[in-house]
T-cell receptor, first 110, second 118 residues
Framework: GQQLNQSPQSMFIQEGEDVSMNCTSS?????WLWYKQDPGEGPVLLIA?????ELTSNGRLTAQFGITRKDSFLNISASIPSDVGIYFC??????????FGAGTRLTVKP | NAGVTQTPKFQVLKTGQSMTLQCAQD?????MYWYRQDPGMGLRLIYY???????DKGEVPNGYNVSRLNKREFSLRLESAAPSQTSVYFC?????????????????FGAGSRLTVL
C-alpha cells in the first residue's frame, strides 16, 4: 500500500526552539492530517488540511499541504515542555484509505 | 464526553489464548476502526466498519476477527494469540467514510490497549 515517509524519527530540542517535521509520499493524497500522541493516550488531531497549497495554523502550530499533494509539513514555534510527544502525519486518498507516518518523537529540554 | 472508550487498557496473554478487545463510542459516528501501533511503523489498519452491519479488512487483518455489535460498539477478537500480535491497539471512529468534509476525515481515537503475548 501507499507509504508515508515521516522525518525526522526523533528530535531533541531546547525549550523555546522552533521545530519542523515533514511527511512525503510517492502517491497523491487529497487530505493531510497531523496528530499528536501523549504517553499512554491515543492520537489527538492537531490540524487538518483539505486543499493543495493550504497553510493552516493552530496556535503555535502551522501545517501546509504541499502543492504536489505528495507532502506536508508541520512547524511548532517556540516549543514548550508540554509539546513532548509523538507527532503523526496521516494522508487520505481518493479511495478513502488513510495511511499514517511512523511518527516523530519530540523531546523538549527545559 | 467520553468519546471512544476501550477496554482493557492492559492485557497479558499466553500463546494460543483468545481474547476480545472492546470499543464503544458515544458520538453517534457511523464508521469505526481498529489499528495496531508498533515501534517505527506508525498505525496500521486491521479492520474497519464503514457503517453498522458492515465490516471490511484493512492492511493487516490476519489473526483477527471483528464484530460491529451495534452503532456504538466494535470489538476485536484474537482467536489464538501469537507473540507477533504483541502491540498497542487503538480503536477509532469518525462520522462517515466518504465525502470531503471533516466528518469524513477526522478520526477520534481511544486511549489504547497494550497487549503482550508471551
Amino acid at each position: 500500500g501507499q507509504q508515508l515517509n515521516q522525518s525526522p524519527q526523533s528530535m531533541f530540542i531546547q525549550e523555546g526552539e522552533d521545530v519542523s517535521m515533514n511527511c512525503t509520499s510517492s502517491s497523491i493524497f487529497n487530505t493531510w492530517l497531523w496528530y499528536k500522541q501523549d504517553p499512554g493516550e491515543g492520537p489527538v488531531l492537531l490540524i487538518a488540511l483539505y486543499k493543495a497549497g493550504e497553510l493552516t495554523s493552530n496556535g503555535r502550530l502551522t501545517a501546509q499541504f504541499g502543492i504536489t499533494r505528495k507532502d506536508s509539513f508541520l512547524n511548532i514555534s517556540a516549543s514548550i515542555p508540554s509539546d513532548v510527544g509523538i507527532y503523526f502525519c496521516a494522508g487520505r486518498n481518493n479511495n478513502n484509505d488513510m495511511r499514517f507516518g511512523a511518527g516523530t518523537r519530540l523531546t523538549v529540554k527545559p | 464526553n467520553a468519546g471512544v472508550t476501550q477496554t482493557p487498557k492492559f492485557q497479558v496473554l499466553k500463546t494460543g489464548q483468545s481474547m476480545t478487545l472492546q470499543c464503544a463510542q458515544d458520538m453517534n459516528h457511523n464508521s469505526m476502526y481498529w489499528y495496531r501501533q508498533d515501534p517505527g511503523m506508525g498505525l496500521r489498519l486491521i479492520y474497519y466498519s464503514a457503517s453498522e452491519g458492515t465490516t471490511d479488512k484493512g492492511e493487516v487483518p490476519n489473526g483477527y476477527n471483528v464484530s460491529r455489535l451495534n452503532k456504538r460498539e466494535f470489538s476485536l477478537r484474537l482467536e489464538s494469540a501469537a507473540p507477533s500480535q504483541t502491540s498497542v491497539y487503538f480503536c477509532a471512529s469518525k462520522e462517515r467514510t466518504g465525502g470531503r468534509t471533516s466528518g469524513a476525515n477526522v478520526l477520534t481515537f481511544g486511549a489504547g490497549s497494550r497487549l503482550t503475548v508471551l
